[in-house]
């Protein structure tokens, strides 16, 4: 079987396309430009480059976008400065980017309808209940879009996700739950990985480890989604060994998979949240 590495660029377009139109639309329509308020602690590499790339994105679509420095040391900053951004009518979305030094005191404190990242347990729980309204976090929203671009039909596909972090593998769990498909959910505990994804159809490995999946571990055939960022003598790789490709069906590649596609997501929630906020219907995006 030849696989294919199918990278998301394509698919990256095609929603920007939709993202700009959506913006030119709300702003001829009520003369209002989706806004993003990025809050920021430290100065973590990895935190600014994807912290960068978010405000470009949302600049490129015609969106308002800003980063807020918090000081370090401070939780009470944090709590005031969200405040203001709860109250503030002209901000449509605003997310703390992780990991976050500052201790906070009273956990995340941003109103749902503004919850563009999911952060806080009130969207949590709302996009368990699939209410309307409810933001999902952005890589299983990025991660549902590029299934759907590769022709995956959620209903009656087994999958199996590996890593059950709150803002990727147990969401993206429910997500798909949600929507008809078979699931196993495997962790550092799982006793034989290799067993436990034998039959899937689509595999999702979001874990930090190179090579974690290879050519021994993965069945003829398989679907990777490769959700892993590592990085190896200083270049960027994600958990699926490059000898995966002889047995696997389709690879997503790292750089230029869903990475990507998590960034285009917090553009869709925080334009999806502008709507909403103005009494509009919440748009509907295309991955064709
Ligand atoms: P995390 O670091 O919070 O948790 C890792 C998970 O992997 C845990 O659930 C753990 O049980 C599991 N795990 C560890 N070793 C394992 C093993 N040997 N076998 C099976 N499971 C094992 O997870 P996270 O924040 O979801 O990040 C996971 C990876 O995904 C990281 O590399 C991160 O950089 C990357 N990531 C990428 C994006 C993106 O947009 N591409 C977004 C978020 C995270």
Not at 49 to 59: D, P
Not at 136 to 151: K, M
Not at 225 to 253: H, Q, S
Request: overall charge neutral.
């Amino acid at each position: 079987m030849i696989s294919k590495v199918i990278a998301s660029k394509t698919l990256v377009e095609i929603l920007k396309e939709q993202a700009k139109q959506k913006v030119k639309e709300i702003n001829e329509k009520l003369g209002v430009r989706p806004a993003l308020t990025i809050l920021m602690a430290g100065n973590n590499p990895a935190s600014v480059s994807y912290v960068t790339k978010k405000i470009e994105l949302a600049k490129e679509c015609g969106m308002k976008s800003e980063i807020i420095y918090l000081n370090e040391n401070s939780s009470q900053e944090y709590d005031k400065i969200t405040t203001e951004l709860n109250n503030n009518k002209d901000i449509n979305g605003f997310m703390l980017q992780l990991p976050c030094p500052i201790e906070l005191e009273n956990g995340f404190n941003i109103n749902s309808e503004k919850d563009v990242d999911c952060l806080t347990e009130v969207t949590y729980q709302k996009m368990l209940t699939e209410k309307q309204d409810a933001f999902s976090p952005c890589t299983p929203l990025g991660i549902l879009r590029y299934l759907e671009f590769l022709g995956v039909e959620i209903s009656g596909t087994n999958f199996a996700i590996i890593g059950k972090s709150r803002l990727v593998g147990k969401p993206l769990f429910e997500l798909l739950l949600n929507s008809g498909g078979t699931v196993t959910l495997c962790h550092s505990r799982t006793k034989d990985l290799a067993k436990s994804i034998s039959t899937a159809d689509v595999v999702i490995s979001a874990v930090g480890k190179p090579n974690l999946l290879n050519q021994d571990n993965i069945q003829e055939g398989q679907i990777l989604i490769d959700v892993g960022i590592n990085k190896v003598e200083g270049k960027l790789c994600g958990d699926i060994a490059k000898d995966a490709v002889e047995k696997a069906k389709i690879i997503t590649p790292v750089p230029g998979g869903v990475g990507p596609l998590t960034v285009m997501s917090l553009i869709t929630n925080t334009i999806d949240a502008c709507y909403m906020q103005n009494g509009l219907a919440r748009p509907t995006w295309k991955v064709q």
